[in-house]
């Protein structure tokens, strides 16, 4: 009776493992091996074993990412280390004189950057013990965050849990914590808000706000059904830094199979990042999620601790913030729309107009200033 017990916990953890590399190479690498179908076929496999043998469940199971009842609130909860926003620039005057002050502060100027696409989502913390995701936490005031771990639980894209294995060639500890962006791809919060159209429900304004309002929903199922997706930007342990330089970072978030954003590069002047900036410009409107800049970072680790932070953003690293994207259309009129507690909003009909890889036929107009 033990040897078949025994059996069918491999057999449990053999089909885990099948499923949760899969998941990998089709919500991280974006590159799958195996039909939809297929993939639902071991999934309830997985989930028939479960059920005839419950006390093999675990936590970091793929079948456990959506379940338990409706939260009724979010518990707080205190950052290892402050999350802190950055500070922007909006021109290349800007730019050139937080470089400036970097060589200034940092006593030399080789100094190599990090420049990273800065997507436009919500920052999110990922806390793992032992390798297990046991906590996913809100920015919040940066001191302290919302508990949200089982809503990040339901994105495909954030691991359950990582392997003593993968870490140890990673050269990541089992007790981590991965920071990074959460963020809704256009084609999610396109058709969300198709589909809330057509129930007569409000629609969101931006994947960044639909984004925040998926996050602190209080059924999981709803955050499962609309499709986020995580990348990781930053990586720490008992409150520091594991690596000389930023760059090693990232690319041991990516080998311990974080989704990492590959559209990244190293900088060693000016120009070099300048360069980076106006190529992203460019290509914004390829990109499947919604960019509002790019973050450039001191790669040395140790010149972030010797530059240190101002009261609320670190003086290692800015964010360059692109334009705001627009588009000019005609009003073909408007209706009028209830809102749930009774509140009214004018919503305007617009001529269809393409902005940011969607397309606009609607906007609110409770905003006086902007009318």
Same mark, same amino acid.
């Given at each position: 009776?033990?040897?078949?017990? &025994?059996?069918?916990?491999?057999?449990? $953890? #053999?089909?885990?493992?099948?499923?949760?590399? &899969?998941?990998?190479?089709? *919500?991280?690498?974006?590159?799958?091996?195996?039909?939809?179908? $297929?993939?639902?076929?071991?999934?309830?496999?997985?989930?028939?074993?479960?059920?005839?043998?419950? @006390?093999?469940?675990?936590?970091?199971?793929?079948?456990?990412?959506?379940?338990?009842?409706?939260?009724?609130? =979010?518990?707080?909860?205190? &950052?290892? /280390?402050?999350?802190?926003?950055?500070?922007? +620039?909006?021109?290349?005057?800007?730019?050139? #004189?937080?470089?400036?002050?970097?060589?200034?502060?940092?006593?030399?100027?080789?100094?190599?950057?990090?420049?990273?696409?800065?997507?436009?989502?919500? #920052?999110?913390?990922?806390?793992?013990?032992?390798?297990?995701?046991?906590?996913? /936490?809100?920015?919040?005031?940066?001191?302290?965050?919302?508990?949200?771990?089982?809503?990040?639980?339901?994105?495909?894209?954030?691991?359950?849990?990582?392997?003593?294995?993968?870490?140890?060639?990673?050269?990541?500890?089992? @007790?981590?914590?991965?920071?990074?962006?959460?963020?809704?791809?256009?084609?999610?919060?396109?058709?969300?808000?198709?589909?809330?159209?057509?129930?007569?429900?409000?629609?969101? +304004?931006?994947?960044?706000?639909?984004?925040?309002?998926?996050?602190?929903?209080? $059924?999981?199922?709803?955050?499962?059904?609309?499709?986020?997706? *995580?990348?990781? *930007?930053?990586?720490?342990?008992?409150?520091?830094?594991?690596?000389?330089?930023? !760059?090693?970072?990232?690319?041991?978030?990516?080998?311990?199979?974080?989704?990492?954003?590959?559209?990244?590069?190293?900088?060693?002047? =000016?120009?070099?990042? !300048?360069?980076?900036?106006? $190529? !992203?410009?460019?290509?914004?409107?390829?990109?499947?999620?919604?960019?509002?800049?790019?973050?450039?970072?001191?790669?040395?680790?140790?010149?972030?601790?010797?530059?240190?932070?101002?009261?609320?953003?670190?003086? !290692?690293?800015?964010?360059?913030?692109?334009?705001?994207?627009?588009?000019?259309?005609?009003?073909?009129?408007?209706?009028?729309?209830?809102?749930?507690?009774?509140?009214?909003?004018?919503?305007?009909?617009?001529?269809?107009?393409?902005?940011?890889?969607?397309?606009? #036929?609607?906007?609110?107009? &409770?905003?006086?200033?902007?009318?």
């Amino acid at each position: 009776m033990k040897a078949i017990k &025994h059996s069918i916990q491999d057999q449990i $953890e #053999s089909l885990r493992e099948e499923i949760r590399h &899969h998941e990998y190479r089709y *919500y991280v690498l974006d590159d799958p091996e195996i039909s939809d179908a $297929e993939f639902d076929r071991m999934m309830n496999a997985l989930k028939k074993l479960e059920a005839e043998h419950p @006390d093999h469940i675990t936590p970091d199971s793929p079948t456990q990412r959506v379940g338990g009842k409706p939260r009724e609130g =979010f518990v707080k909860v205190a &950052h290892s /280390i402050p999350m802190l926003s950055l500070d922007n +620039a909006y021109s290349e005057e800007e730019l050139r #004189s937080w470089e400036r002050r970097v060589h200034e502060l940092a006593g030399r100027k080789d100094i190599e950057y990090v420049c990273e696409l800065k997507l436009d989502g919500m #920052s999110l913390a990922l806390r793992y013990e032992a390798g297990r995701l046991v906590r996913g /936490i809100t920015r919040g005031d940066g001191s302290t965050g919302e508990d949200v771990t089982s809503n990040v639980r339901t994105v495909r894209s954030v691991p359950l849990s990582v392997s003593s294995e993968k870490l140890k060639k990673a050269g990541i500890p089992v @007790d981590f914590e991965a920071r990074g962006e959460m963020l809704m791809p256009i084609a999610s919060f396109k058709r969300m808000n198709d589909e809330r159209e057509k129930r007569g429900l409000s629609l969101f +304004a931006n994947p960044r706000n639909a984004t925040a309002g998926t996050v602190r929903q209080l $059924e999981p199922s709803i955050t499962a059904q609309r499709r986020l997706d *995580y990348f990781a *930007y930053m990586l720490i342990s008992g409150g520091r830094n594991l690596f000389d330089q930023h !760059w090693q970072a990232l690319n041991a978030l990516e080998n311990a199979g974080f989704k990492v954003n590959p559209r990244r590069a190293l900088a060693t002047n =000016f120009d070099e990042l !300048w360069n980076f900036i106006g $190529e !992203w410009e460019k290509k914004r409107e390829t990109l499947p999620y919604e960019i509002d800049g790019v973050v450039i970072k001191v790669n040395s680790t140790a010149l972030h601790r010797q530059l240190g932070f101002t009261g609320k953003a670190p003086r !290692w690293a800015i964010a360059y913030k692109y334009a705001a994207r627009a588009g000019i259309t005609q009003i073909e009129g408007i209706h009028v729309q209830v809102g749930r507690t009774g509140k009214l909003t004018p919503v305007a009909e617009l001529k269809p107009v393409p902005i940011g890889g969607t397309t606009v #036929s609607r906007a609110t107009l &409770h905003n006086m200033d902007e009318i």
